[in-house]
């Protein structure tokens, strides 16, 4: 989709407003804002997303009629970069472990022992 048609469907559907583009460094690139007026929500959208998708998905998202999905989920393995959509179920879990610093096996939590003095 063209970065004109975006901003022209922004503006013609009610339940949205905004339609600004930023170009602040940011590390995804430049990006739109995009709220919902209703709910209140705020959407930053990049231009490679609106790019990539048409004004069918891209409402569906900003209007919470479906979930929001990132292209890539990407994690350091072993010194290289893994795409997590290749990984199988227990490596995904090994993966939210280890994102939430949880490193026990199973049961509960380790007591530290504290080092006599």
């Given amino acids: 989709m063209e970065l004109v048609a975006f901003f022209d469907a922004i503006n013609g559907d009610e339940q949205l407003s905004g339609g600004e583009i930023y170009s602040d460094g ?9 709220a919902h007026t209703a709910k209140g929500a705020k959407w930053r959208v990049t231009t490679t997303a609106i ?6 998905d891209l409402r569906a998202v900003l209007v919470g009629e479906r979930e929001a999905m990132k292209l890539h989920h990407v994690t350091r ?10 990984f199988n179920p227990s ?3 090994e993966v939210h472990d280890r994102r939430n610093g949880d490193y ?3 049961g509960e939590p380790q007591q530290r ?3 006599a003095a």
């Fill in 26 to 34: 940011h590390p995804d690139g430049d990006y739109v804002t995009v």
């Fill in 51 to 56: 790019h990539d998708y048409d004004w069918c």
């Fill in 77 to 86: 393995v072993c010194g290289y970069m893994a795409h997590i959509e290749n």
């Fill in 91 to 93: 490596k995904v879990g």
């Fill in 104 to 106: 026990r096996i199973g």
């Fill in 113 to 115: 022992e504290e080092a």
